[in-house]
């Protein structure tokens, strides 16, 4: 799973948007997908720079600066598809795919299923052009992997 997120974001790709860059806007996702629920918790941002550090083999530092551009973005954002947009655009299918798995991961990491981040997930799939199917096994392998932790 790591090592799909790690080719999502070092992969030599043109941008089709350059007025943001793709790792920027999955990262938004991320915190969208945490923000969801009305509730950002400490453990979803903790999840969130874990996976940065991992995907992007980043020092904590970096990863946390991204997550703060990110979570500025995020903030100030007035819809979604200003960050679909580009992670569509400039990322393969199976990347896209990794990326819900990365936000069930992120909905999931304070233990609560809430509706609101389930909906959210719901709503950035299609936009990402990534199908129910897909979805719901991504979604399996995040709870799954919230079991192993």
């Known amino acids: 799973m790591l090592d ?6 070092a992969a030599d790709r043109p941008k089709a948007h ?17 923000l969801a629920d009305g509730v950002y918790a400490k453990i979803e941002a903790a999840q969130i720079r874990s996976i940065l550090m991992a ?17 500025d973005l995020a903030e100030a954002a007035v819809d979604h598809y200003q960050f ?4 569509k655009a400039c990322l393969p299918k199976a990347q896209r ?14 233990g609560e299923k809430s509706p609101f981040e389930e909906s959210f997930i719901r709503t950035v799939a299609p936009l990402l052009a990534v199908d129910d199917r897909e979805r719901v096994f991504a979604r399996s392998r995040a709870e799954a992997a919230a079991r192993k932790r």
């Open 97 to 110: 795919v990794s990326l819900i798995e990365h936000l069930w991961s992120v909905a999931l990491s304070d």
């Open 18 to 34: 350059p007025e943001l860059d793709p790792q920027v806007a999955a990262t938004a996702l991320l915190v969208e997908a945490a």
């Open 4 to 9: 799909a997120l790690k080719r999502l974001f």
């Open 84 to 87: 679909t947009k580009v992670v």
């Open 55 to 71: 995907a992007f083999d980043l020092p904590e530092e970096t990863a946390r600066q991204m997550l703060e551009e990110a979570e």
